[in-house]
């Protein structure tokens, strides 16, 4: 299967010093893959020069020097960088170039951009940011992550009927449970948008589990777990900042003193065991899902191997066709966008 | 200062065999500190055959066989079981009889119970769920975590007054720093709550440092972290599951094989540490801020050791007459509550 991404090599925290490295390393493991480098071919070019010839050949710059920076409005994307790396990145999507793209930058931007060029599914009113986290027992799904601050009960059943499709495909889930997030005191159980929503997934065809609580996300309780945005960002935030604040404790506690020095430099191959199972690299790539085209977000501070994840992530979502498969399952056409509409 | 504490031992998930070892510890600790344990006496009284006589004569076991379980209902416990553990506790602080209550109990019936019993001061509507978490450089109080999930700004504004007084007074902070939980997306910053709350806070005469993200609370960004219950619960029950999620990862480290057994043997004093440094019953106790008494809620699970941090937090809330300095500094009368409006 031929894929081609295109690759805002622009975004993040370290641009093209890190994608494009990343990019060839995962054209080398592919055979297959293609990829449009889209950026400031100044910038990118050095970088590719020791790149082998057969590698070089399945990849093409686009050359653009505008790109969005993390402190650019939406606006600013929208309606006035229509150059920007990350634009031709989508639109590439949108014309056909490519069948995914991958981006580290600005996320409001992203899906703003994305959402506006590529539009969403007939049926989906909107989109939602979707990553898997590590769990207990695996890994679980979790949308949205800070795509809608203001979701409707009705939102929140489409993004949990895009979780459990595209949680099925990725991993070969028959029915994946999908558990809806909630707080667990008694009687105050809940808010209005979940207490509605509850009963919305009751009367689907899903796989619902009910309410699920904070710590049972990462019990493993559930494969897709479903909530508004502004919930769904804090709760990533909060546990990326636990887990970064139990690697500086555990860091501490072994630059105690001289033995416990030693204790922690003898105990390395532990270190290497945790620091593969939590390395967030391995959970990088958030989908935008719910649009017509694959666009895959990856975490601005993402280092080569990580940015690497994301690149293989959105293969993954072109070889199971994600928004194919959201628009049949959902009995939805998939909406014909015209060129023109780039036209803002 | 002699000080009475009303203990509810019959809540939580051990019940006595936790609360009474726990409550015995703490006499032992505080020459002047005398105790109300409410409950069962045929479960309490084996449990203090052993106490030494110069504790016991500082305790007095009020006995009553009602208790509210885990799954009352918040009406059953308001209305029908008058004569619960709980209840009679909280009744102890109304009444001047004890001036903290501590329960491992029914968080919605606690707060309900507390509520209806105590009330809020003249000016602060709704009370919050208030507790310490543990950040990178020391820790964090936070609040709402459950009590409230539909807060409007002016509640979210009296929680950050009320938690800034509170941690001023527990730990001497001169101003501390108080910041609103928010997502970090660019344009889509923010529910209208949060955009609201923002511009009061703005406003007030608080240390505000502005918005807040999950991460940031656990980096110490802030003294004082306010939020909506619904958000603060689902932050609060995350971190527990992520930092439970570690703590498995790395033992399924430590038992890879021999080798990592042993290493992981060797390096003890290091566990040791980290017990300590991330051990939840360093933290157990939340406070239920904005009622005119104190009421300390302990996790359910909590173990003898971690209950016995709750009671001590009542103390210190008692010495630093929380509630009196939140009356005081808010400029509010603190409510006369007649014995009579117990008779729901």
């Keep these: ?37 889209v950026g400031d071919d100044a910038l990118i070019e050095p970088l ?11 990849l093409q710059v686009v050359h653009t020097t505008e790109f969005v920076t993390m402190d650019d409005k939406v606006s600013t994307a929208l309606r006035i960088k229509k150059q920007s790396s990350m634009r031709l990145a989508i639109n590439a999507v949108r014309d056909g170039a ?5 981006s580290a930058g600005n996320t409001g931007a992203l899906m703003a951009v994305s959402r506006f060029v590529l539009k969403t599914h007939a049926q989906i009113e909107r989109p939602a940011i979707m990553t898997a986290l590590p769990t207990q027992k695996g890994h679980v799904h979790m949308l949205d992550l800070g795509a809608n601050v203001d979701s409707e009960p009705r939102h929140l059943l489409q993004f949990a009927q895009m979780g459990s499709l595209v949680a099925a495909a990725l991993d070969g889930h028959d029915q994946p449970r999908v558990g809806l997030l909630n707080i667990g005191e008694e009687e105050i159980k809940g808010n209005e948008l979940i207490k509605q ?48 604040m139990m690697a500086g404790k555990i860091k501490e506690q072994v630059n105690r003193n001289l033995l416990t020095r030693i204790l922690g430099a003898l105990a390395w191959p532990i270190w290497q065991g945790l620091k593969h199972e939590m390395d967030p690299g391995r959970y990088n790539g958030a989908s935008l899902v719910g649009l017509t085209g694959i666009v895959i977000k990856s975490h601005g501070s993402a280092d080569a191997a990580s940015f690497a994840h994301a690149l293989r992530v959105a293969i993954t979502e072109v070889e199971k066709d994600v928004p194919g498969l ?19």
Tied chains: 1, 2.
């Design 326 to 344: 959201i628009a049949r399952h959902l009995s939805l056409p998939v909406v014909e966008v015209s060129p023109a509409v780039s036209d803002v």
């Design 98 to 102: 490519a069948q995914a793209c991958v």
């Design 1 to 37: 299967m031929r894929i081609t991404l295109a690759v805002d090599v622009m975004g993040g925290d370290h641009g093209p010093s890190v994608t494009v490295p990343a990019s060839l390393q995962v054209l080398a493991e592919q055979p297959d893959l293609h990829m449009h480098l």
């Design 48 to 58: 590719l020069a020791r790149a082998p010839a057969a590698l070089r050949a399945r």
């Design 197 to 244: 929503t509850h009963e919305l997934l009751r009367q689907s065809d899903l796989n619902y589990i009910g309410y699920i609580e904070g710590d049972g996300i990462f019990k493993g309780e559930a494969e897709v777990v479903v909530c508004d945005g502004f919930v769904g960002n804090v709760a990533l935030k909060c546990s990326e900042g636990v887990a970064k």
